[in-house]
């Protein structure tokens, strides 16, 4: 049994998202105070937790914030991935808020590996957040690999170094292209804000595809830089496979499309 003085510190601070076939259990804002270039930025961070129908029997109700505290210790929670958000500002009311959707990147957001641009991309969104006033950062911890899982990048990679491309590789595995989902990322974006938000993202189809899914998005604004040689065809890639936008659409991307 979990203490009821235990309970009341939680009680207000975990929310449920309900969902068609699931549900998202969303615990936070929590302060989380940011060395952001030297300079501490504080945002208010969450993390959530996707439980399918099967997995919340019997959390439902009153005591559910109980209950489900009382159960995560059996859930061994530390073998599954749980995604966060960052906000900053007045994110609910303010004018305009940018929203990163960031897909997690094991070797590049926190080895700063340079064979892709995910380590800058985070860093430079939280950035542009801060300057912005308003905004949230996504960080969508089933998204490794384009969603295929760290073991499988790893595979992917070994394919990559013997010439095959970020697409090819993912398919030659046996894996789509691009298996990630932002459907969970989304209902707890609509929780924390309904007025509409601009998405950090180079790619046009995923604002497509956000918008599809319900999300409130009504602009984009573009996110290059860090490109290197180490990354230079992962970023062509991208360009001439996924649809994302490049130099010859007037957006920066330094030295790729030129050559
Ligand atoms: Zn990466």
Same mark, same amino acid.
């Given at each position: 049994?979990?203490?009821?003085?235990?309970?009341?510190?939680?009680?207000?601070?975990?929310?449920?998202?309900?969902?068609?076939?699931?549900?998202?259990?969303?615990?936070?804002?929590?302060?989380?105070?940011?060395?952001?270039?030297?300079?501490?930025?504080?945002?208010?961070?969450?993390?959530?937790?996707? !439980?399918?129908?099967?997995?919340?029997?019997?959390?439902?109700?009153?005591?559910?914030?109980?209950?489900?505290?009382?159960?995560?210790?059996?859930?061994?929670?530390? @073998?599954?991935?749980?995604?966060?958000?960052?906000?900053?500002?007045?994110?609910?009311?303010?004018?305009?808020?940018?929203?990163?959707?960031?897909?997690?990147?094991?070797?590049?957001?926190?080895? %700063?590996?340079?064979?892709?641009?995910?380590?800058?991309?985070?860093?430079?969104?939280?950035?542009?957040?801060?300057?912005?006033?308003?905004?949230?950062?996504?960080?969508?911890?089933?998204?490794?690999?384009?969603?295929?899982?760290?073991?499988?990048?790893?595979?992917? &990679?070994?394919?990559?170094?013997?010439? &095959?491309?970020?697409?090819?590789?993912?398919?030659?595995?046996?894996?789509? @292209?691009?298996?990630?989902? &932002?459907?969970?990322?989304?209902?707890? !974006?609509?929780?924390?804000?309904?007025?509409?938000?601009?998405?950090?993202?180079?790619?046009?189809?995923?604002?497509?595809? !956000?918008?599809?899914?319900?999300?409130?998005?009504?602009?984009?604004?573009?996110?290059?830089? @860090?490109?290197?040689?180490?990354?230079?065809? &992962?970023?062509?890639?991208?360009?001439?496979?996924?649809?994302? !936008? %490049?130099?010859?659409?007037?957006?920066?991307?330094?030295?790729?499309?030129?050559?």
């Amino acid at each position: 049994m979990i203490k009821p003085e235990i309970v009341s510190i939680l009680k207000n601070k975990i929310q449920t998202i309900e969902r068609s076939d699931s549900a998202n259990i969303l615990v936070g804002p929590i302060t989380l105070p940011v060395n952001l270039d030297g300079e501490t930025v504080t945002f208010k961070w969450y993390s959530w937790l996707h !439980l399918t129908n099967e997995e919340r029997t019997g959390l439902a109700g009153e005591e559910l914030t109980e209950k489900l505290i009382g159960r995560l210790a059996g859930m061994k929670l530390a @073998d599954s991935q749980q995604s966060s958000v960052l906000v900053y500002g007045d994110f609910e009311h303010a004018d305009t808020a940018l929203i990163r959707m960031h897909s997690i990147c094991h070797t590049g957001d926190i080895f %700063g590996s340079k064979r892709c641009d995910c380590g800058y991309q985070l860093h430079q969104s939280m950035k542009m957040i801060v300057e912005n006033g308003s905004g949230a950062l996504f960080y969508l911890a089933n998204h490794e690999g384009r969603g295929i899982g760290l073991f499988s990048k790893a595979m992917a &990679y070994l394919l990559q170094e013997e010439g &095959y491309d970020t697409v090819e590789a993912n398919l030659e595995l046996g894996f789509e @292209d691009d298996s990630r989902s &932002y459907a969970d990322a989304i209902s707890v !974006l609509q929780r924390l804000r309904s007025k509409p938000v601009t998405l950090i993202t180079n790619n046009p189809k995923k604002l497509k595809a !956000l918008k599809a899914a319900g999300m409130n998005a009504v602009k984009r604004v573009p996110l290059w830089g @860090d490109v290197s040689v180490f990354n230079e065809k &992962y970023l062509r890639t991208k360009v001439s496979r996924s649809g994302h !936008l %490049g130099a010859q659409d007037g957006e920066i991307l330094p030295g790729i499309m030129a050559r």
